[in-house]
């Protein structure tokens, strides 16, 4: 079955009735959890975004406090895991400021726990393409705001 375009389901969804729309939504969101996830920070969150980007940050240090420091396996793990997470809080909130920040605090806490990256090629790979995000999600900003996360970012490069 092929699924119908954006477009049509945006057509369809704009002759129901609101019942019918609720409806539609918490069958989405027992599906997945997800499409619960995005539910929740769009009906709940959304309108709060500074705070909702301090709850990720905060969750994102709880994480790495729990970083296994001696296998550098483990390590690698726990980091991707992490990045997974906060790229999923990213896709939610579809904004490239928050995007900037969030993997800036990533890149800051890996620094502060120094993380071993020269010892590991996967590591410092994963670090230097998160760098890359920022810099391609800080190129699409205002030119005031990129001045601004540009200077904070400099400290991050490792040069």
Do not use: W
């Amino acid at each position: 079955m092929k699924p119908a375009t954006i477009h049509e389901i945006k057509q369809e969804l704009g002759t129901l009735p609101a019942s019918a729309l609720m409806e539609l939504c918490l069958r989405l969101a027992k599906f997945k959890k997800e499409n619960k996830e995005l539910l929740t920070y769009l009906l709940f969150e959304a309108s709060d975004e500074a705070a909702f980007i301090a709850a990720v940050k905060k969750e994102m240090d709880l994480e790495f406090d729990e970083l296994p420091k001696s296998n550098h396996y483990l390590t690698k793990k726990s980091l991707r895991k992490i990045l997974r997470g906060t790229a999923r809080q990213i896709r939610y909130m579809g904004s490239a400021q928050a995007e900037v920040e969030l993997l800036t605090h990533f890149c800051l806490m890996v620094r502060r726990r120094r993380i071993p990256l020269e010892s590991s090629a996967v590591m410092n790979n994963l670090y230097r393409q998160q760098m890359k995000k920022i810099r391609a999600a800080i190129a699409t900003m205002h030119e005031d705001l990129q001045y601004d996360y540009l200077r904070d970012l400099n400290g991050l490069d490792g040069k």
